[in-house]
């Protein structure tokens, strides 16, 4: 899926600045039909109304703050598991038909890793899982490799995980490739944004391009032919260290994973009610993959509500260090 369930923003954040759309922006060509994440076939808004729906089911299990990057179980009075579920999405497609699958393992690694590293808490250990009409034993083999690359960097265990053989449920060819990571954080060191006030700015991490997300538009892009994988599929950045380091230099109030929906969607997972984060849209300069998109007819509004646009990882906090990238503030 390209969309978790448990994996969207329960409300959204209207920013001032957002409207401004045609600023930056680059226009695609002027004849062709506006491509959208809706028109390849994923509704964020369809996903979002099962949020709400499952929400109750969820909490009548004890589960509370339903709708974060990773959710929160109670070890002891002490410290909290902090556990979150993702898989690659239709990005897989793409790598496999170029011959980089060790990338769809590293991409799956650092989704997951980075949802708990929102938390606050230090990745402990990954299950993986992967399913297919046929395994074929070279490709689990190279998600899985990928998958432990990224978990020797980050200290995280790959414990174990499930190989699926499906006929019948899967495509000829086609394969699927999914993960849980868990994660220890202290109760008194929980990021979770209540902290957030007016006037924090917002600090954006660069990302190494399209991540893990929107890859139903992007296949809609593309023919059948030979594609750049180098430009497309680039590998999900891990952001430990720098968050790390960040927490380090200054009081971090939240931490935002950007995948699916975009800055703004995902900065108001974490901005309490009453504030919304004002994005400079100028800050940064984006990775050429975006102009690509651009130049296919994906319009500015589109881009925004669906990708990074070269962010992938926002931090609130109440003083930014001279060499952060400050990309807006919270009003």
Request: net charge negative; hydrophobic share 45%; glycine share 12%.
């Amino acid at each position: 899926m390209e969309t978790s369930r448990w994996d969207l923003p329960l409300r959204a954040s209207t920013s001032t600045w957002e409207a401004d759309a045609g600023r930056g922006s680059r226009l695609g060509p002027l004849t062709s039909k506006p491509k959208t994440y809706q028109g390849a076939g994923v509704s964020l808004a369809t996903a979002e109304s099962i949020v709400e729906r499952l929400r109750t089911a969820a909490e009548s299990t004890g589960a509370r703050a339903f709708g974060g990057f990773a959710g929160l179980y109670p070890l002891d009075e002490r410290r909290l598991l902090a556990a979150s579920m993702d898989s690659v999405g239709s990005k897989l497609m793409l790598a496999r038909r170029a011959g980089r699958l060790r990338w769809a393992g590293m991409d799956l690694a650092a989704h997951c890793i980075n949802d708990v590293l929102c938390t606050g808490a230090d990745p402990l250990f990954l299950l993986d899982y992967v399913a297919a009409n046929h395994i074929d034993e070279a490709q689990v083999v190279e998600l899985v490799e990928g998958a432990a690359e990224v978990c020797r960097a980050a200290g995280c265990m790959l414990i174990g995980g499930e190989t699926a053989e499906l006929p019948g449920i899967y495509q000829e060819s086609e394969l699927d490739f999914a993960g849980t990571c868990v994660g220890l954080v202290e109760r008194d060191r929980i990021i979770d944004g209540s902290r957030c006030e007016a006037g924090d700015a917002v600090i954006g991490f660069r990302s190494s391009g399209l991540h893990t997300n929107g890859f139903s538009l992007v296949r809609s892009l593309l023919s059948d032919g030979d594609f750049d994988a180098d430009l497309l599929l680039a590998p999900h950045t891990l952001y430990l260290e720098e968050i790390r380091q960040l927490q380090e230099r200054t009081d971090v109030r939240g931490l935002a994973h950007v995948t699916g929906g975009g800055l703004i969607g995902n900065l108001s997972r974490v901005v309490p009610d009453g504030l919304e984060a004002r994005i400079d849209w100028d800050a940064w300069e984006r990775p050429r993959v975006f102009g690509w998109l651009a130049d296919q007819g994906v319009e500015e509004v589109e881009l925004r509500r669906v990708f990074n646009l070269g962010i992938g990882m926002c931090a609130v906090v109440p003083e930014a260090p001279a060499d952060a990238i400050v990309i807006g503030e919270l009003a």
